[in-house]
């Protein structure tokens, strides 16, 4: 009987039920099974890092975004990990690029932002400034053959544009590039916004005399109301996040005042150099190679080595070794230079460890080593080592600015301006530029040789053309030299060209740059005059003064007139 009964209710109600509710029932289970893989993914998430950066490794959407803010907004991550990778902060940053393209997202001719996703002019021939962008967003996320889209457009000054994956990559990138380069250290940890931007603008990463002014005006106009973002950086990252040259990016360096396993590491440059160094032992040496943890040369390890103490050296053992004053074993101390070979043409350079040994890259097929002292070799020197093997030189973080006496502006760098600046007004000797082309000149219309070329030959003291890269402005001083031109480095002379290894004084790498001395301070300092700074292209002569600080590393070539 109750099977019966059973038999009729499912024939009779469910089946119909069943049928009638067919779309209902299905929604319904749709709609549990989605809340139960919900919460089942939300437990398997919880296993992630906490100081993961929440940036999505395929980068953006692709969208245009519809303002700054929303740019901005979308992009917060990636400006936070920019404190942390770089220590420029990001309303500082956001800024500079308003000022250097104007967040223009939809002009694919117009600037290296839209195809390059460049935010704010960054040129470099090296990767490895870019440790954390190429480990956060991968290694295709930089690229600096200058072939990729949109890196031979913007301001027109040479060289070509970083080109990055995506806006998250171009951002961090921009930051960590700063921090590598020791022109804008100010820039670097600095919490204050109006003062990080100052810092890049004496550090000359624009020549435009009012880069300052449009800097402040758009930091107070734009950059103020992202402050909120400083803070959350700060919050997460602390006050000083960034830690200059490899002491926090690579673990095999000891932290300045930790204890290693030869004791206290101080703070010393020329201690540092030669930690730096040792902790290069056992890395392969690659010809060419200027990579810190995959190999390099012999050129490369001290050149590397310097640039983590914040000196630069010219990229081979022959300009090395032109670029180094001359001492004496007896007055070698620890971080000097070490070659084999003349001036000029020196085969081989290595570090000074001490104790009559070297640490050097000795050639393929071999690693780095710590070994005595061995064949005919010879001492060099760099100046803002300091004297001192055991602590830091007095100088070492302090800026020296020498008393004006005379009326002359000396002891720091300028912005160009078009006319003569009025303190040397009355006392240049030599005839004003007349802005004439000189025959001869196969420089393109416009750069910084075409007016080097113009105004030596106008002086009476002409340099003759250089072809190829030989040609370019911070080459000009090899290329003279071997040409039987007379070439001196630190010690300007009226008259004579200033040739800029690249990333001098503003100057874009590789490339450099060439100005003519007009007039030297009693400091040594000078006041060049200059093409291709103002009104890059339009053949526009500026002016500016050089410090000494800057002025002893260029090098100066007497022309061949009278």
């Known amino acids: 009987m109750g099977k019966k009964v059973k038999n009729l209710l499912f024939k009779r109600y469910l089946i119909p039920f069943i049928f009638s509710n067919f779309l209902l029932l299905g929604t319904l289970f749709v709609v549990i099974l989605s809340v139960f893989s919900m919460l089942y993914m939300s437990q398997n998430n919880k296993c992630d890092p906490a100081d993961s950066p929440d940036i999505s490794i395929n980068g953006d959407s692709g969208a245009v975004p519809a303002s700054i803010d929303d740019f901005v907004k979308q992009h917060k991550d990636a400006y936070i990990l920019s404190w942390k990778a770089g220590g420029f902060l990001p309303s500082a940053s956001i800024a500079q690029t308003m000022v250097e393209n104007g967040f223009n997202f939809t002009n694919p001719s117009g600037t290296s932002l839209w195809q390059a996703h460049n935010m704010g002019g960054v040129k470099t021939s090296n990767k490895s400034n870019f440790p954390i962008t190429l480990a956060t967003f991968g290694d295709d996320s930089v690229d600096i053959t200058g072939t990729k889209p949109g890196t031979s457009v913007g301001d027109n000054t040479g060289g070509a544009y970083t080109w990055f994956k995506d806006y998250n990559a171009g951002?961090?990138?921009?930051?960590?590039?700063?921090?590598?380069?020791?022109?804008?250290?100010?820039?670097i940890n600095n919490t204050d916004g109006a003062s990080a931007l100052s810092a890049i603008f004496k550090g000359g990463w624009a020549t435009d005399p009012s880069y300052l002014v449009k800097l402040l005006s758009t930091y107070n106009s734009l950059g103020k109301k992202y402050q909120w973002l400083d803070q959350e950086a700060v919050v997460k990252y602390g006050t000083a996040p960034y830690k200059s040259g490899a002491v926090n990016e690579n673990p095999s360096i000891p932290d300045k005042g930790s204890d290693s396993s030869t004791g206290k590491v101080d703070s010393s440059k020329r201690a540092n150099i030669v930690d730096f160094a040792r902790s290069r032992i056992g890395i392969p040496y690659v010809w060419g190679g200027r990579d810190w943890d995959k190999g390099m040369d012999c050129s490369g390890l001290t050149m590397l080595v310097y640039q983590k103490v914040g000196i630069t050296l010219q990229p081979t053992s022959e300009t090395q070794s032109n670029a180094v004053k001359k001492i004496?074993?007896?007055?070698?101390k620890k971080g000097d230079l070490v070659f084999w070979g003349p001036a000029g043409?020196?085969?081989?350079?290595?570090?000074y460890s001490g104790d009559n040994k070297v640490i050097e890259e000795p050639q393929p097929g071999k690693n780095c080593q710590e070994v005595p002292l061995y064949g005919d070799y010879r001492f060099g020197t760099m100046d803002g080592l300091g004297s001192d093997e055991g602590k830091a030189s007095d100088s070492d973080n302090c800026e020296v600015v020498t008393g004006d006496t005379s009326?002359?502006?000396?002891?720091?760098n300028s912005a160009p301006t078009l006319?003569?600046?009025?303190?040397?007004?009355?006392?240049?000797?030599?005839?004003?530029p007349d802005n004439k082309n000189y025959a001869g000149n196969q420089y393109p219309m416009?750069?910084?040789?075409?007016?080097?070329?113009?105004?030596?030959?106008?002086?009476?003291?002409p340099i003759e053309w250089f072809s190829g890269d030989g040609g370019n402005g911070g080459s000009w001083g090899a290329s003279a030299r071997a040409r039987g031109y007379t070439v001196v480095k630190g010690k300007p002379q009226v008259g004579w060209a200033a040739s800029f290894?690249?990333?001098?004084?503003?100057?874009?790498?590789?490339?450099?740059?060439?100005?003519?001395?007009e007039y030297v301070n009693s400091d040594g300092s000078m006041l060049v005059s200059e093409t291709n700074v103002v009104s890059p292209g339009s053949g526009t002569r500026s002016w500016r003064v050089i410090d000494k600080a800057t002025a002893s590393q260029v090098e100066f070539i007497q022309g061949k007139g009278k």
């Not at 951002?171 to 820039?187: N, R, S, W």
């Not at 006319?419 to 240049?428: A, H, I």
Request: aromatic share 8%; hydrophobic share 35%; proline share 6%.
């Open 407 to 412: 009326g002359e502006v000396i002891g720091q």
């Open 171 to 187: 951002i961090v990138g921009k930051a960590e590039f700063m921090a590598h380069q020791t022109l804008y250290t100010g820039a």
């Open 446 to 461: 416009g750069q910084c040789t075409w007016g080097a070329y113009n105004r030596m030959a106008q002086i009476g003291k």
């Open 501 to 517: 290894y690249g990333g001098l004084a503003g100057s874009t790498p590789p490339y450099g740059h060439i100005a003519v001395v």
């Open 328 to 332: 004496s074993k007896e007055e070698a």
């Open 345 to 351: 043409s020196s085969h081989h350079v290595a570090i």
């Open 419 to 432: 006319d003569v600046p009025p303190e040397y007004k009355g006392k240049l000797t030599l005839p004003a």
